[in-house]
């Protein structure tokens, strides 16, 4: 049986930056991000992204120096506003596994 998903709003901006491997600017949970999308995909029939922080403010305060501790799952249905960085360049980090972007997903959609 196929489930007939709506994309929210963030997704194709989120989509398009991912694509060509831009930074966005987020703000989710009242807090401004900016965030490398690398994967984007569903779980629990959520849609949500995984982004690589290279900048603005988190949950704990000031970004973990340890690029490896950079990584972050929104739940796209949650940002409320998303537009594309042209200041910062694409960053990554060398933990990243594209085959297998999210640590818990049921379908990964668009990855790099």
Not at 45 to 64: E, F, N, W
């Amino acid at each position: 049986m196929s489930t007939t998903r709506t994309l929210p709003a963030a997704w194709a901006c989120l989509e398009t930056a991912l694509r060509q491997r831009r930074p966005v600017q987020v703000s989710y949970h009242g807090r401004y991000r900016i965030v490398c999308p690398h994967a984007l995909g569903w779980h629990h029939g959520r849609p949500m992204v995984l982004g690589y922080q290279i900048g603005g403010h988190t949950s704990t305060g000031a970004l973990d120096p340890d690029p490896r501790k950079r990584w972050r799952i929104f739940l796209i249905d949650q940002i409320a506003r998303v537009t594309a960085d042209t200041t910062f360049p694409w960053q990554t980090a060398d933990n990243y596994n594209p085959i297998r972007p999210f640590p818990a997903i049921d379908e990964v959609s668009v990855a790099v």
